[in-house]
């Protein structure tokens, strides 16, 4: 019995076994929404033996979507060179400089 979807049978080449856990539509319960929440493995759903729906967990969506609104915001990308860029030259905040900067930051708004 193949591990990854309950069937009899080699149901899938040894690769895609080890890649992802794969199960056919009609073995789909709801006890697999909270598996993918927990382990944040993607589910690979096969109908009639091909990959048909992939479930993820909500987090895991929503990091999808935020990295793919970071690649396409012009801003965010050049604050992201200009952090690369500052690494390269050695441009950094020391720890000790950051808490001092958040200690003058604290006393001037009163907190």
Known sequence: MCRACHVSGDCHPPAERVAHPTFPSAAVRNDFADEVDQTR????VTRNGRDFVVLLSKADLDSLEATLELLTDQAAQQRLADAERALVTGDLTSAAEMASLMEERRRASGV
């Open 41 to 44: 493995e993607r589910v690979y």
